[in-house]
C-alpha cells in the first residue's frame, strides 16, 4: 500500500511521466528494489479486515454486523489506532488497538486479522472481556468510553 502511494504521488507531480511501469518507477526512485510494510500498510490493513472485503463482504462497515460497525478511527501514536465502534447498547465506544505487536514492536503481519480479534473480544457471551480494558480516566469526545486492547491480543 505504501509503495502504491508513493507511486499515485510521483504520477500526479511528474505529469510527463507518460505510460509508468514497475522499470519507470524504480529508475526514479519512486520504489525501492525491495518492497517493505510501512505503518501506514499496517493502519490500512487494521481498517480494511475490520470494515471487509467488499470482494467477500457487502460494503457495510463492518464483517460483524451484530457487533459492530465502524464509524472511524485516529491514529494515537506509533503503532497504536483507536478505533470507533457503534456497538449495540454501548453506542460509540473507542478501542485502542495495536497495529505493532506490543512485545517485539514489529508491525502486524497481514493475516492478523484484526476483525478476528475484535469480534472474539465483544462476544456478548463474555462482555467483561472488553469491560476489562476500560480505561476510566481517558477523556474523547468522540466516544462514550474507551478501552484499551493494545496487548489484549
Not at 471487509?52 to 489506532?81: E, K, M
Not at 505487536?101 to 503481519?109: I, M, N
Not at 493475516?111 to 473480544?121: E, Q, R, V, Y
Not at 476510566?136 to 486492547?149: F, L, R
Request: net charge negative; aromatic share 8%; proline share 7%.
Amino acid at each position: 500500500m505504501g509503495a502504491l502511494r508513493a507511486a499515485a504521488r510521483w504520477a500526479a507531480d511528474n505529469t510527463e511521466a507518460g505510460v509508468l511501469d514497475l522499470g519507470t518507477l524504480t529508475a526514479a526512485g519512486v520504489l525501492p528494489d525491495a518492497v517493505e510494510v510501512t505503518a501506514d500498510d499496517g493502519l490500512d490493513y487494521v481498517v480494511a479486515d475490520l470494515v471487509g472485503d467488499p470482494y467477500w463482504h457487502a460494503p457495510a462497515a463492518t464483517v460483524a454486523p451484530d457487533l459492530y460497525y465502524l464509524v472511524g478511527f485516529d491514529t494515537r501514536q506509533h503503532g497504536v489506532v483507536r478505533l470507533y465502534c457503534v456497538l449495540p447498547e454501548r453506542g460509540v465506544v473507542g478501542i485502542d488497538i495495536g497495529t505493532t505487536d506490543p512485545g517485539s514492536g514489529a508491525l502486524r503481519p497481514v493475516g492478523w486479522w484484526a476483525s478476528t480479534k475484535l469480534i472474539a473480544l465483544l462476544n456478548p457471551e463474555a462482555s467483561e472481556s472488553l469491560d476489562a480494558l476500560r480505561v476510566p480516566e481517558a477523556e474523547d469526545p468522540h466516544c462514550n468510553a474507551v478501552y484499551d486492547a493494545t496487548s489484549w491480543a
